[in-house]
């Protein structure tokens, strides 16, 4: 969990107003929405076989729990860090971290 919150912070961290910005109202083609699905998928069942390995992990749905834990972190990270009043990366991670962990291992 620890190296999906530490990609997902350091994504956020140069200039977080603007890749808000970027993220939430600047135009997309078609063909790159395609890759940001794929890329996403890709991500999802990565997630998907690192849960179906880790004998901790107790959710009744690795499906449902690696598009859950993926959404959760890109989400919140995304929104705290450009917060106008951010919190601290480190106290972030630690925080997502145990949230994420707690919800896995039920």
Request: glycine share 0%.
């Amino acid at each position: 969990m620890r190296v999906f919150v530490q990609a997902a912070i350091a994504n956020h961290l140069d200039d977080p107003r603007s890749l808000r910005i970027i993220l939430e109202q600047a135009p997309r083609s078609q063909e790159l929405m395609k890759k940001i699905y794929r890329y996403k998928d890709a991500w999802t069942a990565y997630t998907r076989e690192l849960l179906c390995r880790h004998p901790e992990v107790r959710v009744p749905d690795v499906d449902t729990a690696a598009r859950i834990i993926n959404a959760t972190i890109e989400l919140v990270v995304h929104q705290v860090i450009a917060e106008h009043e951010p919190v601290d990366p480190k106290r972030l991670e630690d925080e997502l971290v145990s949230m994420s962990t707690r919800y896995l291992r039920g």
